[in-house]
């Protein structure tokens, strides 16, 4: 007879369920494998699950795959989904983690592979002759149990960041060349410039009654004009100045009667204030003379141009330089590249506002006190509506300190009927928003204007709201600058997708730019603390110039010490040149 020898049998001492950790048999090979707890009540119908929920890897409908697969009759299996296992959770436990280094890892094949014929797969009876079946259908409705919409959905454009390695390089060029000679002095990033603010008082005028310019009448008509009754955007010939703050002669005349402390104007004031916004690369020269500060601009810097859609997700880029050895034959320039849509969104604002306009009375137009001071006697073309106002606000903290800013702002012209404008009523400010062409790359998923403009009108304004949500923010803070009532924005397209030369208006509307600014959510305390922190920082340096700096690819902002001979035209350095040779004649 055979005999039975009972086998060591370790005992938990902790008296719990399972092995105890302490007490492994030596003979016990899977001793340093986790151990993952269930219930007693489980049902264990499977090895492993691989579409466990804590993977996140669960259809549109919060069902995973096995559960799918035994849900009962109906649309999709919509049963509800039954309670999770005990101990489900620990999947992670299992979860494998390759520690090595994969630097040295490249990309060879760069080529697109085949497409795979047919959809994705579906279990059950949904096959049948067409291919797709049932869970194609339900695709196309939109229902919740279609198989294929699992972990993101064709129906949705795919995954995020599918076949981001096509993409072409996001590197941009600065909007000015850094030299090796100059200081960089500060450096702020945009996270901490959200986190200023400073209230600022209504301002005041450093003199009512010297207001320069003139402004015509707004033509209400464009206010009735909708896709099906567009008018062509005509080219009229309009002489409007864009001066730089230090070649003012009124803000010279001010700053030698110490006016403020700070001299601006609204255009470069809009930029600071909104510089967390801001994607694409500016630059800001400062010249401080004692104790004031000029915020200037270069000629031919980004402040002549309007931008389009810079905050998009994918926006306009220009091509890419050729940085190889070998000679390559110039692109032909392409009228949807980020250079083409700028010089277009400028000239189509230009216009707009010069056609909006009723220069033949009435009603009459309105003369301010004085001409426009950039006006010579020796100019002939007709000048533009414009008027400028020179505020005063006050930026102290403390009632001890006095740190204002003058700042020459713009409006464009005045509404009839609602009061005097040398008053400051009725003011307006003219703008215009472009499409070029849904289709095309940088267009943000921006829906066709001409059929959902007048049906779905706030569609269009959230996208623009989203695709250039810092040029609406410095339109904005221009428009509360100048102390306008409205601001008038047009909606121009392409009378052609693929022809950049010819335009229509669609539509126009009227905002009220304190009411816009709380749709943009743009703060204006959060801008002023941001002019007063750049402003506090420049007054700790010696005289001299500085240039304020946004990273082309970043968001930080540089201060540089520069020479004062930086920027300077030629004229400029010809004037130089001739008083060193006077003063060496004199010696």
Request: glycine share 10%; charged share 25%.
């Given at each position: 007879?055979?005999?039975?020898?009972?086998?060591?049998?370790?005992?938990?001492?902790?008296?719990?369920?399972?092995?105890?950790?302490?007490?492994?048999?030596?003979?016990?090979?899977?001793?340093?494998?986790?151990?993952?707890?269930?219930?007693?009540?489980?049902?264990?119908?499977?090895?492993?699950?691989?579409?466990?929920?804590?993977?996140?890897?669960?259809?549109?409908?919060?069902?995973?795959?096995?559960?799918?697969?035994?849900?009962?009759?109906?649309?999709?299996?919509?049963?509800?989904?039954?309670?999770?296992?005990?101990?489900?959770?620990?999947?992670?436990?299992?979860?494998?983690?390759?520690?090595?280094?994969?630097?040295?890892?490249?990309?060879?094949?760069?080529?697109?592979?085949?497409?795979?014929?047919?959809?994705?797969?579906?279990?059950?009876?949904?096959?049948?002759?067409?291919?797709?079946?049932?869970?194609?259908?339900?695709?196309?409705?939109?229902?919740?149990?279609?198989?294929?919409?699992?972990?993101?959905?064709?129906?949705?454009?795919?995954?995020?960041?599918?076949?981001?390695?096509?993409?072409?390089?996001?590197?941009?060029?600065?909007?000015?060349?850094?030299?090796?000679?100059?200081?960089?002095?500060?450096?702020?990033?945009?996270?901490?410039?959200?986190?200023?603010?400073?209230?600022?008082?209504?301002?005041?005028?450093?003199?009512?009654?010297?207001?320069?310019?003139?402004?015509?009448?707004?033509?209400?008509?464009?206010?009735?004009?909708?896709?099906?009754?567009?008018?062509?955007?005509?080219?009229?010939?309009?002489?409007?100045?864009?001066?730089?703050?230090?070649?003012?002669?009124?803000?010279?005349?001010?700053?030698?009667?110490?006016?403020?402390?700070?001299?601006?104007?609204?255009?470069?004031?809009?930029?600071?204030?909104?510089?967390?916004?801001?994607?694409?690369?500016?630059?800001?020269?400062?010249?401080?003379?004692?104790?004031?500060?000029?915020?200037?601009?270069?000629?031919?810097?980004?402040?002549?141009?309007?931008?389009?859609?810079?905050?998009?997700?994918?926006?306009?880029?220009?091509?890419?330089?050729?940085?190889?050895?070998?000679?390559?034959?110039?692109?032909?320039?392409?009228?949807?590249?980020?250079?083409?849509?700028?010089?277009?969104?400028t000239y189509i604002n230009q216009n707009f506002m010069f056609q909006t306009?009723?220069?033949?009375?009435?009603?009459?137009?309105?003369?301010?006190?004085?001409?426009?001071?950039?006006?010579?006697?020796?100019?002939?073309?007709?000048?533009?509506?414009?008027?400028?106002?020179?505020?005063?606000?006050?930026?102290?903290?403390?009632?001890?300190?006095?740190?204002?800013?003058?700042?020459?702002?713009?409006?464009?012209?005045?509404?009839?009927?609602?009061?005097?404008?040398?008053?400051?009523?009725?003011?307006?400010?003219?703008?215009?928003?472009?499409?070029?062409?849904?289709?095309?790359?940088?267009?943000?998923?921006?829906?066709?204007?001409?059929?959902?403009?007048?049906?779905?009108?706030?569609?269009?304004?959230?996208?623009?709201?989203?695709?250039?949500?810092?040029?609406?923010?410095?339109?904005?803070?221009?428009?509360?600058?100048?102390?306008?009532?409205?601001?008038?924005?047009?909606?121009?397209?392409?009378?052609?997708?693929?022809?950049?030369?010819?335009?229509?208006?669609?539509?126009?509307?009227?905002?009220?730019?304190?009411?816009?600014?709380?749709?943009?959510?743009?703060?204006?305390?959060?801008?002023?603390?941001?002019?007063?922190?750049?402003?506090?920082?420049?007054?700790?340096?010696?005289?001299?110039?500085?240039?304020?700096?946004?990273?082309?690819?970043?968001?930080?902002?540089?201060?540089?010490?520069?020479?004062?001979?930086?920027?300077?035209?030629?004229?400029?350095?010809?004037?130089?040149?001739?008083?060193?040779?006077?003063?060496?004649?004199?010696?």
């Amino acid at each position: 007879m055979v005999g039975f020898t009972l086998p060591p049998i370790n005992d938990n001492p902790d008296g719990g369920w399972g092995p105890s950790s302490s007490n492994f048999p030596p003979q016990f090979k899977f001793k340093d494998i986790p151990y993952a707890p269930y219930s007693k009540s489980d049902k264990l119908g499977r090895f492993a699950d691989w579409n466990d929920p804590s993977g996140g890897q669960s259809n549109a409908g919060g069902m995973t795959m096995g559960n799918q697969r035994n849900a009962g009759p109906g649309a999709g299996g919509r049963r509800r989904e039954g309670p999770q296992a005990f101990g489900s959770g620990t999947a992670s436990a299992f979860a494998y983690f390759h520690m090595e280094d994969e630097a040295s890892f490249s990309l060879v094949d760069n080529k697109a592979g085949p497409s795979r014929r047919g959809g994705a797969l579906v279990r059950g009876r949904g096959m049948g002759r067409g291919g797709g079946g049932y869970a194609n259908r339900q695709n196309q409705r939109g229902g919740r149990g279609g198989f294929q919409n699992w972990r993101g959905g064709a129906q949705r454009g795919g995954r995020r960041g599918w076949r981001d390695w096509e993409k072409s390089g996001r590197a941009r060029e600065s909007s000015v060349a850094i030299s090796p000679d100059w200081q960089m002095l500060d450096e702020i990033e945009f996270h901490r410039l959200t986190k200023l603010r400073l209230e600022v008082d209504e301002p005041e005028d450093v003199l009512f009654s010297d207001s320069y310019g003139r402004l015509f009448p707004y033509d209400k008509t464009y206010d009735r004009v909708t896709t099906k009754s567009e008018r062509p955007l005509q080219l009229v010939d309009r002489i409007k100045y864009n001066t730089t703050t230090s070649d003012d002669p009124v803000i010279q005349q001010l700053a030698s009667n110490n006016v403020a402390t700070v001299y601006a104007t609204d255009v470069i004031l809009a930029v600071l204030m909104c510089a967390p916004r801001s994607v694409y690369p500016w630059d800001i020269v400062i010249v401080r003379e004692g104790n004031k500060l000029f915020f200037d601009k270069r000629d031919g810097g980004p402040f002549d141009t309007v931008t389009v859609n810079e905050n998009a997700a994918d926006p306009p880029q220009d091509p890419s330089p050729n940085t190889s050895d070998k000679p390559a034959a110039p692109e032909p320039p392409s009228i949807n590249s980020a250079t083409s849509l700028s010089l277009e969104a400028t000239y189509i604002n230009q216009n707009f506002m010069f056609q909006t306009v009723t220069e033949n009375p009435p009603p009459p137009a309105v003369d301010f006190n004085k001409p426009n001071p950039f006006y010579g006697p020796d100019e002939t073309e007709p000048l533009a509506s414009c008027g400028y106002r020179y505020r005063v606000f006050d930026m102290s903290v403390s009632e001890e300190e006095d740190v204002r800013i003058c700042v020459r702002t713009e409006t464009d012209a005045y509404l009839p009927g609602a009061g005097n404008p040398k008053d400051g009523s009725g003011l307006l400010t003219i703008r215009a928003l472009n499409e070029f062409d849904p289709r095309a790359p940088g267009a943000g998923g921006a829906p066709d204007w001409r059929s959902k403009l007048d049906s779905q009108r706030g569609a269009v304004v959230a996208t623009e709201m989203k695709n250039n949500s810092c040029k609406l923010a410095k339109w904005t803070v221009q428009s509360v600058l100048a102390g306008a009532e409205q601001m008038k924005i047009g909606y121009i397209s392409r009378a052609n997708p693929r022809d950049n030369t010819r335009h229509v208006i669609l539509s126009a509307t009227s905002v009220r730019p304190t009411d816009f600014a709380g749709q943009l959510n743009v703060s204006l305390a959060n801008g002023w603390g941001i002019v007063r922190t750049v402003t506090d920082l420049c007054m700790k340096m010696p005289e001299g110039k500085y240039v304020l700096v946004k990273d082309p690819n970043k968001p930080v902002i540089r201060l540089y010490a520069v020479p004062l001979t930086a920027f300077a035209t030629e004229e400029e350095e010809e004037a130089d040149g001739a008083v060193e040779e006077d003063a060496g004649s004199l010696a």
